[in-house]
Nanobody
Framework: QVQLVESGGGSVQAGGSLRLSCAAS????????MAWFRQAPGKEREGVTG????????YYADSVKGRFTISRDNAKKELYLQMNSLKPEDTAIYYC??????????????????WGQGTQVTVSS
């Protein structure tokens, strides 16, 4: 049974940093595309960053480029999102997700059939 469990969310002031983690279990993690999606109140869920199974390919939405860094540790079966220079518009529930097959970027939701429960990130001005 595939399980993804996020941690590391919280509340910070604008300009601050947070690091999200996602612990995976129940599948061959090192063969899966991984991505972070987020959903802000009243908005559709969007894929903000993705990473290929070996970590050689990454994607960042323009809104987070230069501020967020995705990484993965296949030995530990963990996914990370380092978020710096946070802005109020980054406020959202953040989800990690796993998808099989070729990693298309931006990450399309239809490819990702395993999701974590989400972790809240709140950035105040």
């Amino acid at each position: 049974q595939v399980q993804l469990v996020e941690s590391g969310g919280g509340s910070v002031q604008a300009g601050g940093s947070l690091r999200l983690s996602c612990a995976a279990s129940g599948y061959d993690y090192s063969n899966y595309c991984m991505a972070w999606f987020r959903q802000a109140p009243g908005k559709e869920r969007e894929g903000v960053t993705g990473i290929s199974p070996g970590g050689g390919r990454t994607y960042y939405a323009d809104s987070v480029k230069g501020r967020f860094t995705i990484s993965r540790d296949n030995a530990k079966k963990e996914l990370y999102l380092q978020m710096n220079s946070l802005k109020p518009e980054d406020t959202a529930i953040y989800y990690c997700a796993a998808g099989s097959g070729y990693c298309y970027f931006p990450p399309p939701e239809y490819q990702y059939n395993n999701w974590g429960q989400g972790t809240q990130v709140t950035v105040s001005s």
